[in-house]
């Protein structure tokens, strides 16, 4: 009955076995904008900050981590409402919207208790568009771009977002949402699913099926359909940029990465052929050498 009950995401963990289970040596609890955000900093040398994408959570940053550490100060941190920072809640204890301003006025808000005066930023999906994004509002700030897969055009959306963002479905997500789902959205991102390991795919599903968590998404998901992303502002970006393209990426087209490409000034990309929407999983030995050359030539 138990597992039933998980796989409709009407039990599981509680936050405090979550974080037991799931918060890193380096974890820190960042007190900001009302919330507990979850942040790891490990590592000396230049700040890069890595920014992860929906339904996601600092976790995919990790194996890319264990080589840039070595000679970079890595931070990275769960967005609401995924990962260990869960849902952002207003004064009345209700679930905020979290649509682009917020996101903004989030990221913002994280880097400036950090103290981060200037760094490399790495974004990954929608992380990735917060990364351009913090780029193009902050020059001062970032000397350096990174970003893969990432969100800044209007397309159609995967089906597993566009879910979401169907009002009864959102409304739904409050009492359930089928683990099935998920495990067959975490797989579609892969290129190569048999490069997706168990422990992870687990560890997607329970924090995102956290009921708090889960119940929160559909709070958010308007950030990919409100029309407010800016994507004139990309000609606007004063650094160097790398961008990195998963081939057989089915959630964000290859043809976003030319544009991208074309619309940022001092840009370069690369494209890695037979590999999905989240190259930093799939391919991190190669996604962190890339990263490491670009950084080293800024």
Same mark, same amino acid.
């Given at each position: 009955m138990n597992r039933l009950l998980n796989e409709f995401g009407w039990a599981g963990p509680d936050?405090? +076995?979550?974080?037991?289970?799931? !918060?890193?040596?380096?974890?820190?609890? @960042?007190?900001?904008? #009302? &919330? %507990?955000?979850?942040? *790891?900093?490990?590592?000396?040398?230049?700040?890069?900050?890595?920014?992860?994408?929906?339904? !996601?959570?600092?976790? +995919?940053?990790?194996d890319v981590c264990a080589h840039m550490s070595k000679q970079f100060r890595i931070i990275r941190f769960d967005l609401p409402p995924? #990962?260990? +920072?869960?849902?952002?809640?207003?004064?009345?204890?209700?679930? =905020? %919207?979290?649509?682009?301003?917020f996101y903004q006025q989030f990221v913002d808000a994280v880097l400036n208790e950090l103290q981060i005066k200037k760094c490399v930023m790495i974004g990954n999906s929608f992380g990735g568009f917060l990364s351009w994004d913090q780029a193009q509002r902050h020059p001062?700030?970032?000397?350096? @771009?990174?970003?893969s897969d990432a969100v800044g055009y209007q397309q159609p959306l995967p089906i597993y977002i566009t879910l979401f963002t169907i009002k009864p479905i959102a409304w739904l997500t =409050?009492?359930?949402?089928? !683990?099935?789902?998920?495990?067959?959205?975490? $797989?579609?991102?892969?290129?190569?699913? *048999?490069k997706l390991k168990k422990e992870v795919l687990e560890r997607y599903l329970e924090l995102f099926m956290h009921k708090p968590n889960r119940s929160a998404v559909g709070k958010m998901v308007g950030v990919f359909t409100d029309g407010e992303l800016g994507s004139e502002r990309l000609s606007e970006i004063q650094c160097k940029t790398l961008i990195v393209w998963g081939g057989n990426d =089915?959630?964000?087209?290859?043809? &976003?990465? #030319? =544009?991208?490409? $074309?619309?940022?000034?001092?840009?370069? @990309? %690369?494209?890695? $052929?037979?590999? #999905?929407?989240?190259?930093?999983?799939? +391919?991190?030995? $190669?996604? !962190?050498?890339?990263?490491?050359?670009?950084?080293? *030539?800024?």
């Open positions: 936050k405090k +076995t979550l974080i037991e289970k799931h !918060a890193l040596p380096t974890s820190i609890f @960042l007190d900001c904008m #009302g &919330m %507990k955000v979850h942040v *790891s900093i490990e590592g000396s040398g230049p700040d890069v900050v890595m920014i992860h994408g929906f339904a !996601a959570n600092l976790h +995919t940053w990790s995924f #990962g260990l +920072t869960g849902p952002a809640l207003d004064e009345q204890g209700n679930i =905020r %919207k979290m649509d682009v301003a001062e700030r970032v000397r350096g @771009l990174i970003i =409050r009492y359930t949402v089928p !683990a099935f789902l998920l495990r067959m959205a975490v $797989r579609d991102v892969y290129g190569d699913k *048999s =089915r959630w964000v087209s290859i043809e &976003m990465a #030319g =544009r991208f490409n $074309r619309d940022i000034p001092n840009s370069e @990309l %690369k494209v890695y $052929r037979e590999v #999905g929407h989240i190259p930093m999983e799939e +391919t991190p030995d $190669r996604f !962190a050498a890339d990263c490491i050359s670009f950084i080293e *030539s800024l």
